[in-house]
Nanobody, 124 residues
């Protein structure tokens, strides 16, 4: 059974840090990604990682502040978030594609498997 389970969300003040985790079971993938959805807004991609080569891709607004990583032994993806801003608030989702991707990018339509989401709230 394919399953993605996120954890690590919470409430922090601006400039604080959080580390999200996503445990993947029931499958393996050459690409995984983190997305965020704020109330009333569309889900947006934040970062992706090509798991076999550890190549990473970031949205401009989080580049330099967020770090995506993947521990193959634990089948777990992480998102280290530093210097958090109020606009980073939202529900964070991890995702994986159903099939191997030729290009690992954080496009919503590339991904079929989604976690349940974990809430991040950043206060000013």
């Amino acid at each position: 059974q394919v399953q993605l389970v996120e954890s690590g969300g919470g409430s922090v003040q601006a400039e604080g840090s959080l580390k999200l985790s996503c445990v993947a079971t029931g499958f393996s993938s050459n690409c995984m990604a983190w997305f965020r959805q704020a109330p009333g807004l569309e889900r947006e991609g934040l970062a992706a990682i090509a798991t076999g080569v550890n190549r990473t891709y970031y949205r401009d607004s989080v580049s330099g502040r967020f770090t995506i990583s993947y521990d193959n032994a634990k089948s777990t993806m992480y998102l280290q978030m530093n210097d958090l801003k109020p606009e980073d608030s939202g529900t964070y989702y991890c995702a994986a594609p159903q099939n191997a991707l030729l290009l690992c990018r954080f496009r919503v339509d590339y991904f079929s498997y989604w976690g349940q989401g974990t809430q991040v709230t950043v206060s000013s």
